[in-house]
């Protein structure tokens, strides 16, 4: 059971990884368990394509909410978009 309710969850992702060890931002899996851990929350999604060291592009990202059914609940906003709730 959660101690929290959050209408609103901003995940740093984006699976940035130097040349040694893992992700060092969410993965889309990190994204997925955030959204079962509270299902009701808005998820908005930031540090997509940043940096050059960012391997989960927009479009994964998307096509992978799309198919796990929570894109009505993840928002990955492009460059420029404000986002307001």
Avoid: W
Avoid at 37 to 57: D, Q, R, S, W, Y
Wanted: aromatic share 6%; net charge negative; hydrophobic share 35%.
């Amino acid at each position: 059971m959660l101690s929290h309710d959050p209408e609103v969850i901003v995940l740093n992702a984006g699976a940035a990884q130097f040349l040694k060890g893992g992700p060092i931002t969410m993965t889309k899996e990190d994204v997925y368990e955030t959204h079962r851990a509270a299902p009701g929350a808005k998820i908005f999604v930031c540090h997509m394509e940043a940096l050059n060291h960012c391997l989960l592009t927009r479009e994964e990202l998307d096509h992978y909410c799309s198919d796990l059914g929570m894109s009505s609940q993840v928002l990955i906003p492009k460059d420029g978009d404000s986002c307001s709730y």
